[in-house]
């Protein structure tokens, strides 16, 4: 019961900072799979991954998986790797772009999921 109670409580925030009427949400509360679809279709799907830095052991096993996401060759990933605050890939949905940054975590590489605007290159 009281994970219920938490999510149902998680929901009125989410709906409190959304753009959802107070009658969406306290609906959601009876329905939360449609709420959080519904709430997944507004965010934009415009997220970049960051690769910010990586320890110098875990090199190879990072150029690997970097080579595997993008399908590129293995001089680009290993310079990609090698040089710091590289954009490894832009303009993804949100989960897709977690995937990736819990995949380069788990690899000891230190990634950041960035918002795309207009400044940064």
Known sequence: ????????????????????????????????????????????????VWLVSCENGQRIPLIKEVREILNINLLDAKIMVETPNSLVASGLPWERAILILNKLKSLGAEVEVRKNSMKET
């Open 1 to 48: 019961m009281k994970r219920v109670n938490y999510f149902k409580e998680v929901i009125r925030i989410i709906g409190a900072e959304s753009k959802f009427s107070k009658l969406e949400v306290e609906i959601a509360i009876n329905s939360p799979s449609r709420f959080i679809a519904a709430y997944n279709e507004t965010l934009p799907d415009n997220y970049n």
